[in-house]
């Protein structure tokens, strides 16, 4: 079937600093990408959809300029985590819709981000 | 907004009992309700899925009863195992293209003891 490519698995970053999570569809074109947040032991929260070529559309109470997402080709979306707190830490994951699953959806493998 | 409730949140039985979890959903509109397992660590994992136009689906010991009217719709386990002891999430969308978002339930917690 459909993969979404996710890296990092897994990163540390500092305080302050920034990181970029990648997802990239391997055999099919997603304009459409799902990026969701899971902290411990919780479910699975949308923050935000991006569509090829348009602006992401955020879900209520989720910051735009510090949830960067960019959506630049049908392979690519990514997420960036601008000034991370250790709040931030959790596990991020993306996922696109996927002809070849009858329109379910493919996830990525997730990225498990740790801010200290 | 949607929403999605999943209940029970713990779920405990014995190996070869069957197990029993139901979601609630708030958007009439919505017509795709997946079910996916999720291990530690790990992306979800699609068991089984359903839409609107057919009111129960079955894969082996695994079962999916939906109930439009009601905004309703259950997963059933049956003899279960051990390895089936996981957190089990509900989700449902609008359809069609699957263009629309997926929205989670709370999650359950499934333990099959031996």
């Known amino acids: 079937g459909a993969v979404v490519s996710q890296h990092p698995s897994r990163v540390i970053c500092k305080s302050g600093t920034s990181v970029k999570i990648e997802c990239r569809s391997l055999d099919f074109q997603a304009t459409t990408m799902f990026w969701y947040r899971q902290f411990p032991k919780q479910s699975l929260m949308l923050m935000a959809t991006s569509n090829e070529g348009s602006k992401a559309t955020y879900e209520q109470g989720v910051e735009k300029d510090k949830f960067l997402i960019n959506h630049a080709s049908l392979t690519l979306s990514t997420l960036t985590v601008t000034s991370a707190h250790p709040e931030d830490s959790s596990f991020y994951i993306c996922?696109?819709?996927?002809?070849?699953?009858?329109?379910?959806?493919?996830f990525g493998s997730g990225t498990r981000l740790t801010v200290v | 907004g949607e929403n999605v409730e999943q209940h029970p949140s713990t779920l405990s039985v014995q190996e070869g009992d069957s197990a029993v979890i139901k979601c609630t959903y708030s958007d009439s509109a919505s017509n795709y309700f997946p079910w996916y397992k999720q291990e530690l660590g790990k992306r979800p994992q699609l068991i089984i899925d359903i839409r609107s136009n057919v009111g129960e689906k079955k894969d082996q010991r695994i079962a999916v009863t939906l109930n439009k009217t009601a905004k309703h719709f259950s997963l059933h386990i049956t003899e279960t195992q051990p390895e089936d002891s996981a957190v089990y999430f509900c989700?449902?969308?609008?359809?069609?293209?699957?263009?629309?978002?997926?929205?989670f339930g709370a999650g359950t917690r499934l333990a099959v003891h031996p």
């Open positions: 989700a449902a969308s609008k359809s069609p293209g699957g263009y629309n978002k997926l929205i």
């Open positions: 996922s696109a819709p996927d002809r070849g699953l009858d329109y379910g959806y493919t």
